[in-house]
């Protein structure tokens, strides 16, 4: 039973196409939808008390409806129909005769077999979005029981890899850091390594849960424990950066910054993010870095230079070694160059030791 939009049914070559294909191929997994008025009359009640059943009456939804293109800012008229539309002239012009104009919910329950009438429920229930009105709700109980198996599903592979011998990283920390900070932990080469798996597990799931925001999730985590992630060695490079803040983010502005070795002030611009699409920003600095090779080079040489420690400091004035040293955690209170410059020299060391 074809869908039509703006009067033409959306077959291939239609703009609309893809999308709709997409769409339909996810309600026919969903078995069956039914949906159940909600507009209720009180029960009545016979003189001797006892109840008198309410039958809902038949109820009617119209066959079109009009719906926002958010790309476009058009807005779209879309309709359901069991067979392509008649034309015929008349003394205004050609006319569009449909054969329905409205679907009928019998006694206030509609059940629809989305293996037979995809395009059905996908009208009904995303074009028209019916529940909108507050007069009808949509229940999908087989769908939501499969929905919820492959949430449990996947929470119990993240479980079983990072939790028992199963992933391999039973006896391994430095691959959990590893993986970890391909995952924005920021703090995963100092964490514990018990508080760094459960972390760990929580960012997995979560951005599996906001995979569509994230176009992360459990698939990618097994990826990165066979080392088969292409993405990989990018996020644990930029996560070192941003944690040891060699990339800052300005909130004010929406731009991403390189910053000045020793004072960690801003030193120059990386890039911009559209206002519209600051919850994605490290995905999209991220692709930033793909798509920039030299740039990317500055960011491994610049990560390389903060795990081996700065050695040089004859650069800095005073005044910007104190402000390294306070960066650093190290009081510069009643001491001098030398000895100011030996501490940060042995914190670079012992820093490499750690990371090495």
């Given amino acids: 039973m074809p869908i039509f939009c703006n009067q033409e049914i959306v077959r291939e070559g239609h703009p609309k196409y893809d999308w709709v294909k997409k769409r339909l191929a996810a309600y026919k997994e969903r078995t069956n939808v039914i949906i159940v008025s ?4 009180p029960t009545t009640k016979r003189p ?19 719906r926002l293109d958010s790309k476009t800012s058009e807005v779209d008229e879309w ?4 067979s392509i539309p008649r034309k015929k002239n008349s003394k205004e012009g050609e006319v ?13 329950t509609m059940y629809i077999d989305t293996n037979r009438d995809a395009e059905k429920a996908f009208y009904l229930v995303e074009l028209m979005n019916i529940e909108q009105y507050g007069r009808y709700k949509v229940e999908d109980l087989e769908g939501d029981a499969k929905e919820n198996i492959k949430k449990l599903k996947s929470d119990a592979i993240v479980r079983a890899m990072l939790f028992t011998e199963l992933g391999g990283l039973e006896n391994n920390d430095s691959k959990v850091r590893e993986i970890a900070l391909g995952w924005g932990i920021t703090k995963a ?46 996020r644990i490079n930029l996560t070192k950066a941003l944690g040891e803040r060699i ?58 230079v903060a795990k081996e ?19 650093k955690g190290i009081p510069s209170f009643q001491k001098k160059r030398p000895e100011l410059e030996e501490e940060l020299m042995a914190l670079s060391s012992k820093k490499t030791t750690l990371e090495g």
């Fill in 189 to 234: 080469l100092t964490m514990g390594i018990n508080l760094l798996k459960e972390t760990l597990y929580e960012e997995v799931m979560k951005s599996e849960q906001e995979y569509t925001r994230t176009h992360r999730g459990v698939q990618d985590f097994l990826d990165d424990i066979k080392g088969t992630n292409p993405t990989t060695e990018f």
């Fill in 38 to 41: 909600t507009n209720l009359m």
């Fill in 247 to 304: 990339i800052v983010w300005d909130d004010r502005d929406n731009h991403f910054y390189w910053t000045d070795r020793f004072t960690k002030e801003k030193a120059g611009t990386i890039c911009a993010i559209p206002a519209t699409r600051k919850n994605e920003k490290e995905e999209l600095l991220l692709n930033f870095f793909k798509m920039n090779p030299q740039e990317y080079d500055t960011l491994k040489g610049e990560v390389q």
């Fill in 309 to 327: 420690g700065y050695t040089d400091f004859s650069s800095l004035s005073w005044a910007q070694l104190k402000e390294y040293a306070k960066e």
């Fill in 48 to 66: 001797d008390g006892t109840e008198v059943p309410y039958i809902r009456p038949n109820q009617s939804l119209p066959t079109w409806c009009n």
């Fill in 79 to 82: 309709r359901w129909s069991t």
């Fill in 96 to 108: 569009v005769e449909w054969n329905e104009r409205q679907i009928i919910i019998t006694n206030g």
